[in-house]
């Protein structure tokens, strides 16, 4: 799987799209969506912004939009879409565990289905330094499909078996709880799934 994802995001980054539509019965973007809610208002980050769908739908709400990803095949998506959609917003590329920003330069950071870079410690302090005070970190890290339908349920057991749904247990909230962020998990319940949201908050 890990093989698999690695040419997800480079060389056949150009089938993310349906890859994405088709692994989650058409319910990615209401799931990465689920991110954006009640975000506080100034200067926010994706990391690992893919293709760059969040990345639009940020630019429509906060008017300065930063975003990040390693895979070079990724940003060329990412810029294109950006361009179509008449966005500002600015993308580069980086890792999460060596961010290119001034020290409490962010207002919200947003991750959406990350890989395992979310729970480095390097990237949590990362996180921890370019927020300000009393800043959000809002991770989306796995959902259940839970609709009825056949499809539903073949493609959550295909997500069960592949270790892609789950829930959002230890491994993925105690590096925020390590850190200094208050943190909150919540269910996020949608029509055919339910949607893990890890919301942390920078402390003073």
Not at 17 to 38: F, H, I, P, Y
Request: net charge positive; aromatic share 10%.
């Amino acid at each position: 799987m890990r093989v698999f994802f690695e040419l997800l995001y480079t060389r056949l980054a150009w089938t993310y799209d349906l890859v994405a539509w088709a692994s989650s019965m058409g319910q990615w973007r209401s799931w990465q969506r689920t991110a954006l809610e009640d975000l506080p208002a100034g200067r926010v980050l994706e990391l690992g912004h893919g293709p760059g769908h969040l990345l639009v739908d940020l630019g429509r709400s906060h008017a300065s939009v930063f975003g990040i990803d390693r895979s070079r095949q990724m940003s060329r998506l990412a810029q294109r879409r950006l361009r179509r959609a008449g966005s500002v917003s600015r993308i580069a590329r980086a890792a999460a565990f060596g961010l290119p920003f001034a020290s409490r330069s962010f207002a919200a950071i947003v991750s959406t289905f990350p890989t395992e870079y979310i729970l480095d410690p390097r990237t949590v302090h990362e996180v921890a330094r370019v927020l300000a005070p009393g800043g959000l970190m809002v991770v989306i890290p796995v959902v259940a499909i839970t609709g009825p339908g056949l499809f539903d349920r073949s493609a959550g057991w295909l997500n069960r078996v592949t270790g892609q749904s789950d829930s959002a247990g230890e491994r993925w909230i105690s590096p925020w709880r390590d850190g200094p962020f208050d943190v909150q998990v919540e269910h996020v319940i949608l029509p055919r799934s339910r949607v893990w949201r890890i919301r942390a908050r920078r402390r003073a």
